[in-house]
């Protein structure tokens, strides 16, 4: 959702926020803004639009300062305008904050506010954080204040706020259901709602825990529990590279994710999983929860659960608490890239009593600290808001807890030969580009894969695009398939090939577009255009032949738009609202 970052310390602050912000981009873009401390007074520039072109527009560097907060927004409360924008203040413009997630209660407190002939700029519920905390430090010094001020807020928060009028100078930091981590540097501290924001400046990290309060200096940190004593939160050290988080030479993150698979996918194969396969081994009933892509890695962990005869079903995490009764006999396993998605919590939550696995690529996330186990994807930052690599990598984790580490070496050697069909893909891609509506079907275990490569293409390509087992077209789809409308079919040689091919001839029959990936002969004939994946491969090993290509494929389709794949509209890469 929205991104956040504060600084404290030497550097020229506008500097590192809007670094920050660029970093902090995929969470949310539709406006941003920043607010520096000079000379005890506020100087605060925001707009809507993205980062780049806003910071250079409204020349955010130029502000002097060396502390201050930066705020990347992704609109859930108010339009997108200049007043709803980020930072906010109060009235004096002595208290400025910047916060991502939804306060709940805010017309019990706006109208509170209004009462007491407090001014409202915009449509925000965020805005009500800067009025409330003025008015509760007019009784009280700023940190209890603040404390007061967090613990009026209903519903969800990450926020960074600053007084001028603060005699020792520092940020106020709070959070509750929304990411909020402090960087530790030498004599200057960062504060972010996400790690790759702050890896030029610290590898040391300290992510705040639900309900705590923080107070960063140029000195260090302290942090205190809701009922306001201090506490120690565990520091943790990453070992990547500021580089990671950059595009490296390639025109989009996404490409660059996509690629950078060949080599995350041994770091993957190498995570320990074996707590978690105990674990499994423990229970006979197992809900996995999890949404979008990840419920995608989660459809097919549940479908190789149960042919290894465990009681198995993918959840949509956030339908899983008014469909499922899990209770102290179900092992629930939650995926999720970000670790932080609010409907994936919410679903651990409805798990109850249940133990619970956590499968993410975020070290340290809230889904991390509510799980009894978890497995690490180990893929490295991912910034494109398009899952690739991260989504690469749940399939190896799933396939590892089921099938063991060595059936899985070939896999970089497999992403590395599908990696080199691009040039063909982008040729298929032009044929797409033009076309409203697309269809991808499988079946089996490669039906994860199709709805998959769906979601991808919709997300970035703008075309309406569903997904099928291909046995389901002619139960009402088919009447959709006229002269030329694609159908990417899926099309690897195993037990289920003889009725998908009979589907692709029905697609056939009625003037369809037919695009396969497969290593069958027959099926290729078929085809208006085919990607071949190799000849002999375990067929364990088959949902990564095949959706390397579909991520090119809706990538290239993407660019040909003129869309930028790394920020499609309305979305997000993490997504903290229910
Ligand atoms: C994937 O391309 C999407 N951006 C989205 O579906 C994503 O997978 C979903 O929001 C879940 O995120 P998570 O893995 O961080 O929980």
Not at 189 to 198: G, H, L, R, V, Y
Request: hydrophobic share 40%; with cysteine.
């Amino acid at each position: 959702m929205c991104g956040i970052i504060g600084y404290i310390g030497l550097r020229k602050a506008s500097e590192v926020l809007t670094e920050g912000l660029k970093r902090l981009e995929y969470r949310g873009y539709d406006s941003v803004g920043i607010a520096v401390v000079n000379n005890r007074q506020l100087e605060i520039k925001k707009d809507r639009g993205m980062v780049d072109e806003v910071s250079s527009a409204l020349q955010f560097t130029t502000v002097e300062g060396n502390i201050g907060v930066g705020h990347t927004r992704w609109a859930t409360n108010g339009v997108v305008c200049r007043e709803n924008a980020h930072p906010h203040f109060n009235e004096k413009k002595t208290i400025v904050a910047v916060h991502n997630g939804v306060v709940e209660n805010v017309s019990e407190l706006r109208g509170m506010l209004e009462e007491k002939e407090y001014r409202f700029s915009s449509d925000t519920d965020s805005e009500i954080i800067p009025h409330l905390l003025e008015e509760n430090h007019k009784t009280q010094p700023l940190l209890q204040a603040f404390m007061e001020t967090a613990a009026q807020l209903k519903g969800s928060y990450a926020i960074v706020a600053l007084s001028t009028e603060d005699t020792g100078e520092r940020l106020l930091l709070a959070r509750k259901n929304s990411p909020l981590i402090i960087g530790v540097g030498r004599g200057e501290m960062f504060c972010a709602s996400d790690i790759p924001a702050m890896l030029p400046y610290t590898k040391t990290f300290v992510p705040l825990e639900e309900g705590d309060v923080a107070v960063l200096t140029r000195h260090g940190y302290k942090i205190f529990s809701p009922d306001g004593s201090e506490v120690e939160r565990r520091q943790i050290t990453v070992d990547w590279d500021a580089e990671l988080a950059q595009k490296g030479g390639y025109p989009h993150f996404m490409l660059k994710e996509i690629f950078d698979q060949r080599h995350f996918i041994n770091e993957t194969i190498a995570s320990d999983i074996s707590s978690a396969r105990q674990l499994i081994d423990e229970y006979e009933k197992i809900d996995v929860v999890a949404c979008g892509t990840s419920y995608h890695a989660g459809m097919l962990l549940a479908y190789l659960l149960s042919e290894k005869g465990k009681i198995s079903q993918a959840y949509i995490a956030s339908d899983y608490q008014f469909i499922a009764k899990p209770g102290k006999k179900t092992l629930a396993i939650a995926i999720s890239q970000s670790g932080e998605t609010a409907d994936v919590l919410q679903a651990l939550r409805h798990a109850g009593d249940s133990r619970k696995i956590a499968i993410t690529n975020t070290v340290g996330s809230t889904i991390t600290r509510v799980s009894d186990e978890t497995v690490y994807l180990n893929s490295g930052p991912e910034i494109g808001v398009a899952a690739t690599k991260t989504f690469t990598s749940q399939l190896a984790i799933v396939s590892k807890l089921i099938y063991g580490k060595q059936r899985l070496e070939p896999l970089s050697g497999l992403i590395g030969k599908m990696l080199e069909k691009e040039n063909q893909i982008k040729e298929i891609a032009t044929g797409l580009a033009g076309k409203e509506h697309a269809f991808f079907i499988a079946r089996g275990m490669n039906v994860p894969i199709a709805y998959e490569g769906s979601l991808k293409f919709k997300e970035i390509t703008y075309i309406h695009s569903e997904a099928y087992p291909g046995g389901e077209l002619k139960h009402g789809t088919l009447s959709l398939i006229t002269e030329g409308v694609p159908v990417i079919a899926l099309a690897p040689r195993d037990k289920a090939l003889p009725k998908l091919f009979g589907n692709i001839k029905e697609v056939k029959a009625r003037g369809g577009m037919v695009v396969s990936v497969t290593n069958d002969g027959e099926v290729e004939k078929e085809s208006d255009y085919s990607v071949r994946i190799p000849e002999g491969l375990d067929p364990a090993l088959y949902p990564f032949a095949l959706v390397v290509p579909l991520q090119l494929l809706a990538y290239h389709v993407s660019v040909l738009k003129g869309i930028n794949p790394d920020k499609p509209r309305n979305l997000a890469k993490s997504v903290t609202v229910e």
